[in-house]
C-alpha cells in the first residue's frame, strides 16, 4: 500500500492503472459491445454519450462550487439558506441534477474542520464539484481519511493546529456533503468574481483551504 | 497565480485512465438521465461489485478491478436487471424498443 497521499504530479500512486495492455483490450471489447448494442437498438444515440462526456468533463466542476461558496461568503442570507437547505440554495445559482440531489454544506470555522469522503463507494456532487479526482475514488483515501484524517490531510499539505476539531463526512445516496470553507483573510475587498477565483476543488472537499489572495 | 482558469475543469488529475473508461461512465449516466434505470440501483450494483472485490476499509487493494470496471459491471447487472437486455451479449430484442 502506498504511503504518500500527494496528489499532485505523476507519481501519485492512486493514478495507477489496475489493469494490462491485454486486460484493458479485452474491457475496451467489452464496453464496445455494450455500446454497439444500446445504440444499435436505439436506445441510446452517440451523440447523447458524446454529449454527455462534454457536460461532465468540461462544464460541469468546481468552478460552480466556487460560485456557491463566493456567494455565502457576500450573502450573509445566502450562506444561511445554504446551511439550511443545500440543494435549494444551489439550484438557485441554476446548479442541480444527477447527484446534486440531498446536497448538505458543512461550514469550516476557526474551531471546525471538515473533510469529506465516501467510504461506501464514491458519491460525490456532481454538479458543484464535476468529476471526482481518482485519489478520492481510491481506497486508501477513502478508507485512511475515516481512521487518520489528521495524518491524510498533512500529506495534503494542510497541517491543522491540535484545537481544531476535525469532522470527517461520510457521502452516501441518502446525502452529498460540500465544504463550506473559510474565506481567507485580506480579502474584505473583494468582490464575488474575485472571491470565486480562491476557492478551488480541494478546498471544498476539505482537503485544503481556499488561496490565499 | 490559482485562480479559476487553474482549477482542473478538465481535470488535470487523470479522471480517466483509457478512453472505455470515458465511454463506460457515458453510457451509465446517460441510460440513467433517460430514465432506463434509478441511480440508487445502479448504485447498489456498483458497491457490491467493489465489496465483492474484497474491498474493504480494512483490506486496501492495489491490484484487481479498478473503479470503472466495477462501474462496467454494474451497469451490465443494472441494465439485465431493468430487462433492458436479457444478457450483455444477447441480440435479444429489448422489452423497451
Known amino acids: 500500500m502506498p504511503e504518500k497521499h500527494h496528489h499532485e504530479g505523476g507519481q501519485n500512486p492512486y493514478l495507477e492503472k489496475r489493469r494490462t495492455d491485454t486486460e484493458t483490450r479485452a474491457l475496451e471489447e467489452r464496453v464496445r459491445k455494450l455500446e454497439e448494442t444500446l445504440t444499435s437498438r436505439g436506445v441510446v444515440s452517440k451523440e447523447t454519450l458524446d454529449r454527455v462526456v462534454d457536460i461532465y468533463e468540461n462544464d460541469l466542476g468546481p468552478l460552480n462550487g466556487a460560485k456557491v461558496v463566493a456567494r455565502a461568503w457576500v450573502d450573509e442570507a445566502y450562506r444561511q439558506r445554504l446551511l439550511e437547505d443545500a440543494t435549494k440554495a444551489i439550484r438557485e445559482l441554476g446548479f442541480g441534477g444527477l447527484q446534486g440531489e440531498h446536497m448538505v454544506v458543512v461550514e469550516n470555522t476557526l474551531t471546525v474542520h471538515n473533510v469529506v469522503s465516501c467510504t461506501l463507494c464514491s458519491c460525490y456532487p456532481w454538479p458543484v464539484l464535476g468529476l471526482p479526482p481518482t485519489w478520492y475514488k481510491e481506497p486508501p483515501y477513502r478508507s485512511r481519511i475515516a481512521i487518520d484524517p489528521r495524518g491524510v490531510l498533512r500529506e495534503f499539505g494542510l497541517e491543522l493546529e491540535a484545537a481544531v476539531e476535525v469532522r470527517v463526512w461520510d457521502s452516501s445516496a441518502e446525502i452529498r456533503y460540500l465544504v463550506l470553507p473559510e474565506r481567507p483573510e485580506g480579502t474584505e475587498n473583494f468582490d464575488e468574481e474575485s472571491l470565486a477565483k480562491l476557492v478551488t476543488r480541494d478546498s471544498m472537499i476539505g482537503v485544503g483551504k481556499a488561496s490565499e489572495p | ?97
Open chain 2, 1 to 97: 497565480m490559482s485562480g479559476i482558469e487553474a482549477l482542473p475543469r478538465r481535470s488535470g488529475e487523470l479522471a480517466f485512465h483509457d478512453e472505455w473508461e470515458r465511454r463506460v461512465f457515458a453510457l451509465g449516466v446517460a441510460l440513467c438521465e433517460q430514465g432506463e434505470f434509478d441511480w440508487d440501483d445502479f448504485r447498489k450494483h456498483l458497491v457490491s461489485s467493489i465489496a465483492e472485490n474484497g474491498e474493504t476499509l480494512e483490506t486496501v487493494k492495489s491490484e484487481g478491478p479498478g473503479y470503472y470496471e466495477h462501474w462496467l459491471t454494474a451497469l451490465e447487472k443494472t441494465l439485465v436487471e431493468q430487462r433492458v437486455f436479457v444478457s450483455p451479449e444477447s441480440l435479444c430484442r429489448s422489452e423497451k424498443s
